[in-house]
């Protein structure tokens, strides 16, 4: 004695929401990037103000959601820290990684992707 059970499942939303996550929409991009960089900019030390205007951002497309630039070197340093060469002491000045640790919930949220993927 056996049975059987046939499923059948419609994947035409599950589909679209796939295709629309291939790249991001740019929406969410501009929207939390731009928070990203203006906080970074906020939070960066500033002493001739050189890596704060270094900061920028740009959005390719693609799987890339936002691309946040720091075009001085010494923006390494002080976000991941230093030995002062004079006093040994370590020097550190995050202002990225706390910028987009700030963001990485509103990225998260379902409430800026429900409205994106609506089917």
């Known amino acids: 004695m056996g049975f059987s059970i046939n499923v059948t ?6 589909e679209n929401i796939i295709g ?6 740019p929406e969410v991009g501009k929207k939390i990037g731009g928070q990203i960089a203006s906080e970074a900019r906020a939070l960066a030390p500033v002493d001739t103000s050189a890596l704060v205007n270094s900061i920028s951002e740009e959005y390719p497309g693609g799987n890339v959601l936002a691309r946040i ?7 390494l340093y002080q976000e991941l ?3 002062h060469y004079r006093s040994g002491q370590f020097i550190q000045n995050p202002f990225l990684i706390p910028a987009v640790e700030h963001w990485a919930s509103e990225f998260l949220s379902p ?3 429900v409205p994106i993927f609506q089917v």
Not at 9 to 14: A, N, P, R, Y
Not at 20 to 25: C, G, H, M
Not at 69 to 75: L, P
């Open 9 to 14: 499942v419609d994947t035409t939303s599950l």
């Open 20 to 25: 629309k996550l291939e790249s991001y929409p």
């Open 69 to 75: 630039n720091v075009f001085q070197d010494y923006g």
């Open 81 to 83: 820290g230093f030995h």
């Open 111 to 113: 409430t800026t992707w």
